[in-house]
């Protein structure tokens, strides 16, 4: 057992997901079947070798600092769960 | 032949000679989605009024002298993960239900320039999280050719529509396979394109490093055509290749003299169906027999790709679905303060499996765990890639299966995440090494197609073309039609 149901929960946390408690069961034996599966890396010798993130030589590609069209406000607020007064509206963030 | 069921290229001459129009043809698929799409289900959206509206604009062109593009006026399909402007593009998710993008992908903004008709939206793994269609959050796609098995995933409604003949083409996204493992499920064409080849812009993001938006046809010249009307560079994708766009078409020749085809033996795991593993070596045979110098070549790490894939896909999901906050967009739940809203909108958006991988991909991300996790995989990801390099220095294309067995059962691996991440083990190597790989079918087991995968070096498109140009004319596995719907 790697990940423990604590973990679980903490991760849910992050994930911003809520878990009810059979969920927490079930993901806890799901993910530990699948992390088992995942220390075969283990068996590879790594040292020296420098990670890939990305396949290609990226570098990052400036474009010409032009003021070009942008969405119009209505079309950007168009899938908003709730707006009000041409902005996004959210639940309160900070207490007090 | 009905109309429907014929290839882009054959509709082509058809509406260049002006013995048919974009709107019969059109109307001949949407009939078709009519009489079968009760058994596949290969749609979330149809879009009947812009398809016939982008069909009369075909004809008019046509009418009015004006040289037509190979696809213009002809039928497809989009991934409902590709941003058509005005229509929902759902991803197969709660979460995105409702959400009609205000702007077009780069895809549907070029083959929209290329006078292209888009017939709907098709059914995919709830955000191309799976590999059989069952993980849409709206309904399961079947495979045309059992309606009792799965047609793959996640691309598994476009490979469906084409399969069924009910697109001419479409397209998929290929993530760790999901192009190529349900159009060798469904017995057609899919082509993974070099990581960068097609703009990624207006596609719904699922593993950054590894999605690449491909082709799905009836055969390979199709394949070749759709290819060249979307790939190309774009500056609004950052890692999208500036070369030019090669005339793929011209690859097609139907022999194999010279060229060198390797087969990795890792890739024949254990549990592969005998009949998948026959039908490779027989396709080797044949490419042999057309002039192919053959040789086996070592990939000591192809055990670990599956792993590392997992890793890599999970934690880069795990950061680009982050966005879905039910705020700016998509599905939002009560809550009293913001953390508890958020929490509401991606519990009740999200299905399991996208739960489970952003879980993985937090885990794998989460301090403490980085570098035995993700970071360990960035590594073996650069000895993958190393082992493709040398396999490389001494093949043109490399030839192997493209999963362990032919279509599966609906519902049979639907309770063993594990079990469903095992038909991707042919498939993901090629992602994390970010080359192009075209799957075709190559034989027929029990009634399903199996498909053989050719894998070429980066921006090798024009190679995989040719060789499985030469594949396809010599067998006649892309003129079979699911036996579907003759009712």
């Known amino acids: 057992m790697k990940i423990t149901r604590k973990d679980v929960e903490q991760v849910a946390l992050l994930s911003r997901l809520e878990l009810g408690e059979n969920d927490v069961e079930k993901f806890t034996g799901q993910l530990n079947a699948i992390l088992d599966y995942i220390d075969v890396l283990n068996k590879v010798d790594t040292s020296g070798v420098e990670p890939t993130a990305h396949v290609l030589p990226v570098k990052n590609v400036m474009r010409a600092d032009e003021a070009r069209p942008s969405l119009p406000r209505e079309l950007a607020l168009a899938n908003a769960p709730e707006q009000e007064d041409g902005y996004f509206k959210v639940p309160k963030i900070l207490e007090g | 032949m009905e109309l429907y069921k014929q290839t882009a290229h054959e509709l082509h001459a058809k509406l260049a000679a002006k013995e048919v129009s974009a709107a019969e043809i059109t109307a001949a698929v949407f009939d078709r989605i009519d009489t079968v799409e009760g058994k596949v289900r290969a749609y979330i959206t149809q879009t009947r009024d812009l398809a016939m509206a982008q069909a009369k604009a075909a004809d008019e062109k046509i009418a009015r002298g004006e040289a037509i593009a190979p696809l213009a006026g002809i039928p497809g399909a989009l991934k409902d993960n590709m941003c058509v402007k005005g229509v929902k593009t759902t991803c197969a998710s709660q979460i995105l239900a409702n959400f009609v993008p205000p702007y077009d992908s780069t895809v549907a903004e070029k083959l929209a320039a290329a006078d292209a008709v888009v017939v709907g939206k098709a059914n995919l793994d709830e955000f191309a999280m799976g590999s059989s269609c069952e993980n849409s959050s709206f309904f399961p796609t079947r495979n045309p050719w059992d309606t009792a098995a799965v047609p793959g995933g996640s691309s598994g409604g476009s490979a469906a529509a084409v399969a069924a003949a009910e697109a001419v083409w479409a397209l998929g996204s290929d993530t760790g396979g999901s192009i190529r493992q349900p159009a060798a499920y469904c017995g057609v064409v899919g082509l993974k394109p070099t990581y ?3 703009s990624r812009y207006g596609l719904v993001a699922y593993a950054s490093s590894l999605d690449q938006i491909g082709p799905i046809t009836r055969d390979v010249t199709d394949c070749a055509l759709v290819l060249a009307a979307i790939a190309g560079h774009d500056g609004r994708d950052s890692t999208s290749i500036d070369a030019p766009v090669p005339d793929y078409s011209k690859a097609l020749v139907p022999d194999a003299r010279g060229l060198k085809i390797g087969l990795p033996k890792e890739y024949f795991v254990a549990g592969m169906d005998p009949a998948v593993e026959k039908a490779v070596y027989a396709a080797i045979d044949q490419l042999k027999a057309m002039g192919a110098e053959y040789k086996e070549v070592s990939m000591p790490h192809t055990e670990y790709a599956l792993a590392t894939y997992y890793l890599i896909a999970t934690a880069e999901a795990s950061s680009n679905l982050a966005r879905f906050d039910g705020v700016g967009f998509g599905h939002r739940g009560e809550g009293n303060d913001i953390v508890a809203m958020y929490k509401r909108s991606r519990t009740e958006g999200f299905g399991e499996e996208v739960r489970r991988r952003i879980m993985l991909g937090t885990y794998a991300l989460s301090s403490g765990y980085y570098d035995a996790y993700y970071l360990k995989a960035l590594k073996v990801r650069t000895l993958i890639k190393q082992d493709f390099d040398r396999a490389f220095g001494e093949v043109d294309v490399l030839v192997a299966p493209i999963a362990p067995t032919t279509a599966f059962k609906v519902g049979e691996k639907v309770d063993d995440p594990l079990a469903m991440y095992l038909q991707d083990v042919c498939t993901v190597p090629i992602n994390l090494a970010g080359l192009p790989a075209i799957s075709l079918p190559c034989g027929f087991a029990g009634g399903l197609p199996i498909g053989l995968q050719i894998i070429g070096r980066p921006l090798g498109e024009e190679t995989i073309l040719r060789a499985a140009y030469a594949f396809e004319q010599a067998n006649d596995y892309h003129r079979r039609q699911a036996p579907l719907g003759e009712v």
Do not use: A, T
């Open chain 2, 196 to 198: 960068g080849r097609v």
